[in-house]
């Protein structure tokens, strides 16, 4: 399974204001950028508050011929509300990720809608990513927010990032791209190499891999 995190961040690595508004912090070039990302991958995946705040579609558009991925939606307490603008989508299906304690909602038996129920309230992702293996998933592109990026980085399972920086500054109001990973010395961090760089006027885009999965 490849997992690739992509991230639209200030310079100083912000995606969000305090009130939770990201669109757009990268410039147009990026985000062309991002839906050639989601062509090259089987899944999008992204958390619930990122679902509620921003009401996402998640398919690919502007790239010739573009697959729209499947969406995975981390929602452990199943707040996905019907209208969802990601289930209006036909072209692809969604899977919706909820904690063992979520109710069978009536619209379930959508055509394009696969329920996976977690053993736990909230997900683990090594308990995840092999039941979207059995889906025949082999490629995720994780989308934020920062909880949901926190715990795959935790769960040392990611294999690459995409951070697209904007030349612009949030300040400390702003939401951090990562959440809390419980790190409390230097030696501690997790570790990257700069594997690729690339100017999306005005933008930068990294492309970095985990130190310990270079040799992949
Ligand atoms: N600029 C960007 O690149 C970008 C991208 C995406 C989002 N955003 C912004 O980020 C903000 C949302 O980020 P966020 O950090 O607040 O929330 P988030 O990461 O989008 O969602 C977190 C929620 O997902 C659910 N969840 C289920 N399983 C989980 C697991 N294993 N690990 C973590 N979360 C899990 C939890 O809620 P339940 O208890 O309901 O399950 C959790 O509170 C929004 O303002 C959005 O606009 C920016």
Known sequence: MLVSLKIAATLDGKIATSSGVSKWITSPNSRRLVHRLRHEHQAILIGSETLLKDNPSLNTRGIQQGISPTKIIMDGRGRMPRQAKCLRNDESKTIWVVGRNVPKQD?????????????????????????????????????????????????????????FLAPRILGDEGLSWCGALGIEKLIDTLNFKIVKTEILDPDLLLELKPIERLND
């Not at 308990?127 to 715990?151: C, D, F, N, R, T």
């Open 107 to 163: 619209w379930e038996t959508l055509s394009n809608l696969v329920r996976l129920t977690s053993p736990g309230v909230h997900a683990e992702i090594s308990w995840l990513l092999p039941q979207l293996e059995k889906l025949g998933i082999q490629s995720v592109l994780v989308e934020g927010g920062a909880k949901v990026h926190a715990s795959f980085l935790k769960s040392k399972l990611v294999d690459k990032i995409y951070l």
